[in-house]
């Protein structure tokens, strides 16, 4: 080997890391599993697995690289409106459906644990390839919608709950799988559906169950690839009406629902979002009449679920790479994992992104039953957790980035992939404020409910001085005029989660983890940027190790 050439040799360079199984490697959800007398971990052992294999990790990456493709029209003009995508797309999309990442509350019905089981496997799917999560959220959001649609679920029931992929492009009837997404949002209205103004028109007897012809458009279409969808249209005589429309009509020809094009999205590239238009598009009215707004509703009560477990994966995927790659990395000396002023940032990390944990998996437990209490948490904590946690990973994600240095910034990295896909959680089913209206919305509307969450987070809360006068002071606030509590809805709800975390730390985390969530989050300092801990605040040895055992 000629040496002349060799300017520097290759060190102190790593990989981010695959090949590892993401449900061992996760004390913190087994934890949580074992807590709620889940029999699964031998399933979710072989689904973290499967995708934390290298083999996974490459799909995902490719079917981020290789995005949708449109073919609106056939090579003799005729209307196609058919989406190509990328190989790897598919293996994902099979993958989920395999372990029922879609439907797993509703085939497993007696589980007393259902919805923490389904959480983690949306939570391990979705810490390495977000996009192909918005099919199965809303497949899952739809199917108890459809259960109160006797006739229609006869017909296709089974194959919303079917474990089997089905890619084929194909009426409902020749499929043993199919796919259910959402139409809602229109040009002049965005999260105000009452502007809408796509037109139902009924073709013989309207009402529930009876069929209409839609004609209209969607500003955001999500997902028209898949077989059906539930679209918000407005009738002459009954208002607004939630519809199942299909993607192909019984005859075997195509429902005229024209794809106008494809979203050049910032992330979520590896999903298909679009915008369409309805021409005479035939569907059935689900749900009662003039009551599609609640309806479609009850869809998206689902899905905000979704949006915050998808985003505490993308926290827990980013902390374990982040704390892999400063085991390893040296700078000064040391290993950065070593370095104080790193410490002080992965701990921090740490402990936000157990929080999340934490109060995600525990709202996804509140879906197990309709006690009061669930029924509160559910109410209140579910777009409150949607506004908070998205918005953390966010700004997280920016700082784990970082981490990585340049490497992290390069554009064919998890790293900034991730960063790239937080975003899209703070925006879809609702930007923050319309999540802390709706947080508003819910405590004047059933006054109840915020005085048993209170009186439920009041067990915990006054075993700690800080909780205690958090809750206090929290109390009073909400007291203010419908005006007042608008205006400061943000810090309202901000103040809630955090105190609601701290509670569920206090309740099931280990002492030196609720500790120094505690202290941290209630430091002056605390939020103006990552790390900011006070040096006696937390156990930082525990606190990593926690995270990713060595």
């Known amino acids: 080997m000629n040496t002349a050439w060799m300017t520097h040799q290759i060190s102190n360079q790593f990989d981010e890391l695959e090949n590892y199984n993401l449900f061992e490697t996760d004390t ?79 085939n497993q019905p007696n589980s ?20 192909n999560l918005c099919p199965n959220s809303m497949t899952l959001g739809s199917i108890s919608l459809i259960q109160r649609e006797p006739e229609l679920w006869a017909k296709i029931g089974d194959k919303l709950l079917s474990t089997e992929y089905d890619e084929r492009d194909v009426p409902i009837s020749q499929k043993k799988s199919i796919w259910l997404g959402m139409g809602m949002t229109e040009k002049q209205g965005g999260s105000d559906v009452r502007a809408n103004e796509t037109i139902a028109v ?32 407005k009738t002459e005589q009954d208002g607004l009406a939630c519809f199942f429309v299909p993607r192909w009509l019984e005859d075997g020809t195509k429902n005229p629902i024209h794809i106008q094009r494809l979203k050049e999205k910032v992330g979520n590239r590896s999903n298909s979002s679009s915008e369409v238009e309805f021409k005479e598009a035939w569907g059935i009215m689900i749900g009662e009449a003039g009551r ?12 905000r679920l979704t ?37 002080a940032v992965l701990t921090d990390l740490a402990l936000e992104t157990e929080a999340a944990m934490q109060l995600s998996f525990h709202l996804a437990h509140c879906y197990e039953a309709e006690d009061a209490l669930s029924v509160a948490w559910k109410r209140i904590m579910t777009p409150a957790s ?26 064919n990295g998890i790293m900034a992939r991730i960063f790239k896909e937080a975003p899209v959680n703070t925006i879809w089913e609702g930007s923050g404020n319309v999540m802390c209206l709706d947080v508003l919305r819910g405590i004047s509307r059933d006054v109840e409910s915020i005085e048993i969450l209170f009186q439920d987070l009041a067990a915990t809360a006054m075993q700690d001085e800080h909780l205690k006068q958090e809750l206090q002071n929290l109390f009073q606030l909400f007291q203010q005029t419908p005006e007042e509590l608008q205006f400061m809805g943000r810090s309202l709800v901000s103040r809630l989660v955090i105190l609601a975390q701290a509670v569920l730390l206090k309740r ?43």
Request: hydrophobic share 40%; proline share 5%.
């Open 508 to 550: 099931h985390a280990p002492n030196y983890v609720a500790d120094g969530f505690i202290q941290s989050r209630y430091s002056p300092f605390h939020g103006r940027v990552v790390g900011m801990l006070e040096i006696k605040q937390p156990d930082v040895k525990r606190l990593l190790h926690r995270a990713l055992a060595a």
């Open 386 to 411: 949607k506004f908070w946690i998205c918005k953390r990973a966010v700004e997280l994600t920016g700082e784990m980035m970082e981490v990585f240095g340049g490497n992290g910034y390069v554009d």
């Open 28 to 106: 913190i959800l087994q934890e949580i599993l074992a807590r709620y007398g889940s029999l699964d971990q031998p399933r979710l052992t072989e689904m973290g697995k499967a995708v934390g294999s290298a083999e996974y990790y490459d799909y995902a990456a490719l079917a981020n690289r290789h995005t949708p493709i449109l073919h609106a029209f056939d090579t003799r003009g005729r209307r196609k409106d058919f989406i190509e995508f990328h190989p790897a797309w598919h293996q994902w999309m099979g993958l989920n459906r395999q372990f029922d990442t879609h439907a797993h509350p509703f």
């Open 202 to 233: 009924p073709i013989a007897e309207s009402g529930r169950g009876q069929a209409y012809l839609l004609t209209g458009h969607k500003w955001f279409f999500s997902a028209p690839m898949c077989d059906a969808h539930l679209v918000v249209a």
């Open 307 to 343: 949006c915050s477990v998808g985003s505490t994966a993308m926290l827990r995927q980013a902390l374990v790479q982040c704390i892999a790659y400063t085991r390893q990395r040296k700078a000064f000396g040391k290993h950065l994992v070593e370095q104080p002023l790193m410490r």
């Open 292 to 303: 599609g707004i609640p309806t479609i509703i009850e869809m998206a009560n689902y899905t």
């Open 112 to 131: 007393p644990s259902k919805w923490v089981e389904w959480a983690a496997r949306f939570y391990l799917a979705g810490q390495v390839e977000c996009g």
